[in-house]
């Protein structure tokens, strides 16, 4: 077996053949191709026997045709012509492809013989697979876009940023986590839809990331782990320096069955895997819009922040609305996290500078009435009163989307969070037409904005999580 | 003391006063008269000494001008003028007055006083009080709407539902829940907000709406429940008969601190709470994104569904992702739903109708090979299935928003939803710009839509629970 070429040329290959293009506008072919001429920097051939020319360019019979071309091969063709197109690869140079087709080892046993012929001709040859079974990867600096989802203008659309996403699911790495990136939920470096793992697989695609500079954080879902004592080290690796966030499926019996079934893969017994995630640092969520929200969160911010207390897991409220505060205190305690009483010199400014007379501040710090007496800089001054305070790790917002807007201090909010180095995560409700500038202000300053308290409090635990581990890792 | 009268004065009232009505649209005055003044159908009276109009219509000096024109009073004007309007109001034959104004027993001993004085009026003279320190009420048929904020055009936005909604805090109603209102999450009956509870409080409100025919199902935020055996009483009247949600906040010490500040009232134990809530069949939540979720789920549906198995807790998915379905059979079996193995005849008549050769049918149903062989028929036909399987009392659906959606067979399934009266709850994913019209559609079969897959789990978990206190009714 040849010494094997790392995903180098996975992310950023010289020339791209994609094989299965097609002007047919209801295939998957269809829609990388597009993608790809659209949003490549370097050059595209389209590979089909039946045609001359695909979308205007010319179209090759085989990727022989390719030798000295393309280093990277994007393959969206009937599982069983799979291993002839790998051989053409393998003879064309072509150094890995991305094999998005399904029909493989989770359809049954033909599907597994055309795998092995496939793993075969990949030890044999060195040609690197990814996939098959799955919408392929995103980078976004230098941009490709593999996915057979049809995106216009995707180039444009999907700015450079800082978090990597890993999938083994196919449909839901196109349909749901593609939706938030193209939504512009976070931004990416790398998006990575792993499918069945015939060669490339979440360890390495996990060690790449951990090494890339690029990315500063990464979440993903995976439905097995095949090699446990490799994740255990690569993840060990990344704990306290780069956040990882992890949802894995299968926790029980009928839901390790249909992951079986699904990306023929055995899920593993989810006690040994829970404990290994937690003893190695991964935060591991339930639910697809967990695993988004808290890639929002470490896009926003994926460097540890300062933590005071000894324990790293205190938080301050300040509220608009005392009932907010109640049941946001309520879901802080069943997360495990305090709402610690904060400082006496905190209450003493508070009560002296900020709350109206016949008020007693306290945790979670109620500032209507505050408003109401003296305007938006009560906000302003109780939250740089609150990050001061010692016993305060880090601070939930729970401010009103309004047409006050205009008067709510936010660069005041944003400098008092830089100085003090502490976690801000922000909960909105109110007025709707108010809610993307508010947004988009917040996220200026490194603080996420949840329309559910529940989300707050993931993001705010997950946050600190990954401070404590950041900071054992510097002891 | 005098005869109560009962709610009905507030919700629909012959003519309002609007006691501190002004033309200064910064303040809280403003919006009510203007909101009143453009909604509501009969005689609207703005009362402000200071003012000669407002917004172009003759403004009363006093409440007592108005005798046998105004049966009841918006009032917000400071907590220490309280008294002397209720006095006014009482000569003046006005039967109800909802105290908006804050500054009452929450702000400490002043305030207390206050409000011993209104309630010595109250009982005095049998004027009936609602508030103080909350947003009011809401009632779709007839029309009236008392929040201090603006909406303009609000009678038209609000169309009339079958929802009642409780909320004890007054931001929070007047922000959160309101946002939610208008914005067409789902469409309400009445809406109130009870704030101090000085007089109303939420056992009469829930009283009023138990025997209210155009309310179906009541969402509730409580922070403190005063009288428990009457509390009791009524949900147990209301059990199996009309869905009852609510969020009690205040589960911790820290969290009950803050509530007895914020509305002067005590949590309660929380053990003896939820003891009391559970078995008078209230489903209880932790947050208010579940409330509104539940509250739209109620609001499409809220009648009780037709359960075929003995436990009545048992769920079949129906999933394009792979992925997706083993990450919601977690999420089900977690909160203690079972995703059971389907009958033969189901499976036999998937295997030879619907999958390909290659798939063996098992729950979750993951159809997506079945579609990319077959077309959306296949989806169609295996909810057909899956629901007339006695083994499952309701289907989630894990469908793709996509511009394929011309060809989603909602008809169909919308037929057999309702021929098999059993629940169905859908997630979406996919391109956005799809999302709405797949919700409309599905909601107008009586099927949720939400954006995560804990949402889905909580609906149908809420559906087969109400759903079985309404056989054990039956029975």
């Known amino acids: 077996m040849r010494e094997r070429t790392g995903l180098d040329v996975f992310f950023a290959p010289r020339g791209v053949a994609v094989v299965g293009a097609t002007p047919n506008e209801l295939k998957g072919g269809y829609s990388i191709i597009a993608n790809m001429l659209e949003s490549f920097a370097g050059p595209v051939y389209p590979v089909n026997p039946g045609r001359d020319e695909v979308l205007g360019v010319k179209c090759y019979r085989s990727v022989r045709e390719l030798a000295g071309k393309a280093d990277m091969a994007i393959v969206f063709v009937p599982a069983a012509s799979v291993p002839g197109v790998l051989e053409d690869c393998a003879a064309a140079g072509v150094k890995a492809a991305v094999l998005e087709s399904g029909g493989f080892a989770e359809v049954g046993e033909e599907g597994k ?232 010199r905190t209450l003493d400014f508070l009560r002296r500078e900020v709350f109206p007379d016949w008020m007693a501040p306290s945790n979670p710090v109620d500032i209507w009435p505050a408003i109401e007496q003296r305007g938006f800089a009560a906000f302003g001054d109780s939250i740089k009163a609150v990050l001061a305070d010692e016993r305060v790790d880090g601070v939930i917002l729970l401010p009103f989307a309004s047409r006050m807007i205009e008067y709510f201090p936010f660069e005041e909010i944003g400098e008092a969070v830089r100085e003090s180095g502490k976690a801000m995560v922000s909960w909105m409700f109110g007025d709707l037409r108010y809610f993307d500038t508010m947004e988009e202000r917040l996220r200026g300053f490194g603080i996420p904005v949840y329309n559910d308290l529940h989300s707050c409090v993931l993001a705010m635990k997950s946050y600190l999580c990954f401070s404590r581990k950041a900071r054992e890792r510097d002891e």
């Not at 180039?155 to 986590?177: C, N, V, W």
């Not at 017994?269 to 639910?287: C, H, K, M, P, W």
């Not at 005392?322 to 049941?327: E, K, P, R, S």
């Open 113 to 344: 013989r055309i795998e092995a012929a496939c793993r075969e001709i990949a030890a044999r040859t060195g040609l690197r697979l990814w996939g098959p079974n799955c919408t392929g990867l995103v980078n976004t600096d230098p941009f490709i876009f593999t996915p057979f989802m049809r995106v216009p203008n995707v180039h444009e659309r999907l700015k450079p940023g800082t978090l990597g996403i890993i999938a083994q699911s196919g449909m839901l790495a196109a349909g749901f986590m593609l939706q938030y990136v193209i939504s512009g939920y976070f931004t990416v470096s790398k998006a990575c839809a792993i499918g069945n793992k015939m060669d490339v697989d979440e360890v390495e695609v996990l060690r790449y990331m951990s090494s890339d500079p690029k990315t500063k954080a990464v979440v993903a879902y995976l439905e097995s782990i095949v090699d446990g004592r490799a994740f255990l080290e690569v993840t060990r690796e990344m704990a306290g320096r780069k956040p990882l966030v992890v949802l894995k499926g299968g926790r029980y019996e009928e839901s390790a069955r249909a992951a079986l079934s699904h990306t023929a893969s055995m899920a593993g017994s989810d006690e040994v895997v829970d404990g290994a995630l937690r003893q190695s640092g991964v935060i591991r969520v339930d639910d697809f819009q967990e695993l988004m929200n808290l890639g929002k969160a470490f896009s926003i911010h994926p460097e540890p922040f300062r933590l005071s207390t000894p324990g790293g897991d205190c938080v301050a409220v300040v509220t608009v609305t005392g009932g907010g505060g109640v049941v946001l205190t309520d879901l802080l305690r069943a997360a495990g996290l305090k709402v610690p009483a904060l400082e006496q």
